[in-house]
């Protein structure tokens, strides 16, 4: 059975670059067939998609966050990981990965603030 967990600093300043990694367990990321995405949920506000990566290593960004946003992989640690540069409060949120759109990690809160 496939596990995602997510990980990564719950607290990030302004201007700062935020890293998040979702480690998996149970399967490999290199699967054909499946990408892996991450997820954010803003406070009161709904899921917002930002990009994710394919099995290939290809990589897909929502076009509002493409400028700031960075999914990698590492497949000998079987981990993806999120980078998202200048961070403003507006991006608190919790922040999801996962496996095409059936398998969630439990996600983990990032707030902005000095």
Known sequence: QVQLQESGPGLVQPSQTLSLTCTVSGGSITTNYYAWSWIRQPPGKGLEWMGGIDSSGS????????????????????????????????????????????????????????
Do not use: F, M
């Open 59 to 114: 990589t897909y960004y929502s076009p509002s966050l493409k400028s700031r946003t960075s999914i990698s992989r590492d497949t000998s640690k079987n981990h993806v990981t999120l980078q998202l540069t200048s961070v403003t409060p507006e991006d608190t949120a919790v922040y999801y990965c996962a496996r095409g759109t059936g398998v969630w990690g439990q996600g983990t809160q990032v707030t902005v603030s000095s």
